[in-house]
């Protein structure tokens, strides 16, 4: 938060800020909007009922998290003192919420949502959430979270249907039944304990389903130990029009990988397109792996194994509209897993966004992330779509990459050990019946 004018985050976005205290605004037309804050620990819970800050509760005993209701000076905003935070919270969560005693309000007749974060010496930050459509009655706004020995701020605009009280109960509120006509229960004495879960979370609380912007990237939390755990990801095509059908919709899926045994945490940004001359270099993930082979693929040809490396598995080939899965396990044998589409030269010129062509990763346990196409671009036979980063200690980021081959060329892309994709340096292997 540096410079001068205004920056603006996509979904999924985040930026650095300092640890001086930020205010952040809530702006929007069409109807009330109530602004309140979460105060969560590092595995994804509140302390207590005391860690929340709204209307009715307008300030944490220490005084870092202030809500300020809406008046001459301003809209409803909250104030966040990060360096006045106590050691044990790992992040603010800032929500909107409609009027809980309304349930016909949702955030359909909310017009001009906007997030505006202030701090002294810095250029304001803006988050304006996607359009809200599908009954959400709140939605998780952005977050200012510890990053090492600094802060960030992610913008998130993940929606919830069932309001406030849900959304509360996810971070561990003890919520009281028939809740009273305010944002927060009454805040009881003292911590109530959230029920045990049937199973063991992966750390940090779920995303929900999201969808990435143009460009932009979300992080799942993984427990990396956990040998039950299935991170799948899909590429799904409806084939467009019937046209599109009928001239041809057969698209391949292809996971291309660098075990973790191989990758190198490089100086260049994972996702990162670069030219033919790029040299990976950087620092080994584990010890011992200066001499790995780099990078495979797992496609058609090609299923894997789930048993052995890669721990990547194509659950098969379709060749017809519809969709091809790939299941990844153990996380922490992974590096970076690049999923593209390939399409057949029979099926013509047609972009792959005709196609109606997308990846959706999930870790079955709460968080999906969607990511889209938005280019319509022609008679290319490849796209790198995302890059799902394992080498974070925390669990996986996924990002939007969406880049395509060169015109009429037949060479997939190339993933490098540093994370790196080079487009028109692989292979080239035509697909036949």
């Known amino acids: 938060m540096t410079g001068t004018g205004m920056a603006e985050l996509g979904k999924g976005g985040n930026t650095g800020i300092g640890a001086e205290r930020v205010t952040v605004e809530l702006h929007g037309t069409g109807g009330a909007v109530d602004l309140s804050a979460l105060l969560v620990t590092a595995d994804g819970r509140v302390g207590s009922d005391d860690d929340m800050v709204f209307y009715n509760q307008p300030s944490t005993e220490s005084?870092?998290?202030?809500?300020?209701?809406?008046?001459?000076?301003?809209?409803e905003r909250v104030e966040v003192d990060p360096a006045a935070l106590p050691a044990d919270v790992d992040r603010v969560v800032l929500i909107g919420s409609c009027d809980p005693d309304d349930t016909t309000r949702t955030f359909r007749d909310v017009r001009g949502l906007r997030v505006r974060a202030v701090q002294d010496g810095a250029e304001p930050v803006e988050f304006l959430p996607p359009p809200l459509t599908d009954g959400e009655r709140a939605v998780l706004l952005v977050e200012i979270?510890?990053?090492?020995?600094?802060?960030?701020?992610?913008?998130?605009?993940?929606?919830?249907?069932?309001?406030?009280?849900?959304?509360?109960?996810d971070f561990g509120v003890h919520v009281t039944q028939p809740a009273p006509p305010q944002a927060f229960p009454t805040p009881t004495p003292a911590p109530v304990p959230a029920p045990s879960p049937a199973r063991m979370d992966p750390p940090g609380r779920p995303l929900g389903a999201i969808s990435l912007d143009k460009g932009g990237r979300a992080s799942i939390s993984l427990d990396k130990e956990d040998r039950e755990l299935v991170v799948t990801a899909t590429l799904e095509w409806d084939g467009g029009s019937a046209e599109r059908r009928r001239r041809g919709a057969d698209l391949d899926l292809y996971a291309l990988f660098v075990p973790a045994s191989a990758a190198l945490h490089g100086v260049t940004e994972p996702g990162t397109l670069v030219k033919f001359r790029h040299v990976p270099e950087g620092t080994p993930l584990s010890p011992g792996s200066a001499g790995a082979t780099g990078a495979d693929v797992v496609y058609y040809k090609n299923l894997g194994s789930l048993a052995e490396p890669p721990f990547i598995r194509l659950d098969g080939d379709s060749r017809k509209p519809g969709r091809e899965t790939v299941r990844i396990v153990r996380p922490r044998e992974q590096g970076y897993v690049l999923l593209c589409a390939y399409s057949a030269v029979r099926n013509g010129i047609g972009s792959f966004a005709d196609f109606g062509a997308k990846v959706i990763v999930t870790d079955g346990r709460g968080s999906t992330v969607t990511v889209p196409l938005f280019e319509n671009t022609r008679t290319r036979f490849w796209v790198a779509i995302?890059?799902?980063?394992?080498?974070?200690?925390?669990?996986?980021?996924?990002r939007h990459v969406e880049a395509y081959s060169s015109r009429m060329t037949e060479r997939r892309p190339v993933l490098h050990r540093d994370g790196s994709i080079r487009m028109n340096g692989g292979p080239v292997e035509f697909k036949r019946r």
């Open 145 to 169: 979270y510890r990053r090492g020995a600094g802060w960030k701020l992610r913008a998130i605009g993940q929606g919830y249907a069932n309001g406030l009280a849900g959304l509360a109960e």
């Open 63 to 75: 005084g870092a998290v202030r809500h300020l209701p809406a008046d001459a000076a301003g809209p």
């Open 386 to 398: 995302a890059l799902a980063d394992f080498t974070s200690p925390d669990g996986v980021s996924i």
